[in-house]
């Protein structure tokens, strides 16, 4: 098993570092801290709690990932984080483990960018091939879906949802949780379409992207209720994935209501 540790490195006792990692100077990788193999540290990146990093993934000097997070009711409990194989963590990234009140787990999927100065609060869910630009902030809970892309300086509310191929505008405040496909943007983000440049980069075929696009129209129209507005999508596109998926994400809201669109910008 070859690893590459500066010598200036700190590793504790206890922690399991894979083969082929490389940890450069003046890293702390604390003692509760597991690494698989082919993890790349840059240095100056400080790796600390319950925290499991996945194959392949890279991070880069002054990321600080897995300390204690900063919600005031934690009180020291054994919580994790565990982050998958292949993503790119950039300077400066911050990352928290879970709490008690959140299910004792922050998870981070796989092939993700997060970029200068972002941070996953504690007890997070992220999905894979996610993409946080730069100085973008997810409060505690929020739960992102794959493929989702949210925006330089961007700062989602806690407990919010972002639904799987969404797109949040650079410096969007979100209080509410973003509809699968979606795209939103504003100081207070309203729903301002569909993601088409997106779903068209992810493969999406014309066809796809067309019957979604007449779904999204339909359902936030301005004809009866949201939730008669719900029904009657879900009973014209019962056998379309993509419109379900959507729909199914609209019928399982919790906390917060589904972002809308700006009736004033329309």
């Known amino acids: 098993m070859t690893q590459n540790i500066h010598k200036t490195a700190v590793i504790h006792d206890g922690a399991k570092i894979g083969g082929n990692a490389e940890i450069g100077p003046y890293c702390v990788v604390g003692p509760r801290v597991t690494l698989a193999d082919g993890v790349r540290l840059h240095p100056h990146v400080v790796l600390d709690g319950i925290t499991a990093i996945g194959e392949n ?19 020291g409990e054994a919580s994790e984080l565990i982050i998958g194989k292949n993503n790119v963590i950039r300077e400066h990234v911050t990352m928290n483990p879970g709490t008690r009140g959140g299910g004792m787990k922050t998870t981070v999927g796989d092939n993700g960018l997060f970029m200068i100065g972002s941070h996953v609060a504690h007890d997070c869910v992220i999905g894979d091939n996610v993409i946080m630009a730069n100085n973008a902030t997810l409060g505690g809970h929020v739960h992102v879906g794959d493929y989702a892309v949210i925006g330089g300086l961007a700062a989602v509310h806690q407990f919010v949802r972002i639904g799987a191929y969404a797109v949040i505008g650079g410096m969007s405040g979100v209080e509410n949780d973003v509809i699968p496909f979606g795209r939103v943007k504003g100081d207070r983000a309203y729903l301002a379409g569909l993601n088409l440049i997106g779903l068209e980069r992810r493969g999406f075929s014309k066809d796809e992207i067309k019957t979604l696009q007449r779904a999204f129209n339909r359902l936030f129209g301005e004809d009866g209720t949201f939730e008669q507005r719900v029904e009657s999508v879900a009973s014209e596109f019962p056998d379309d994935t993509l419109v379900m998926n959507l729909i199914r994400f609209a019928r399982e809201k919790t906390r917060f209501p589904l972002c809308q669109p700006s009736r004033k910008a329309a």
């Open 57 to 75: 993934t890279e991070i880069f000097p002054f990321a600080s990932i897995g300390s204690r997070c900063q919600d005031k009711k934690y009180e």
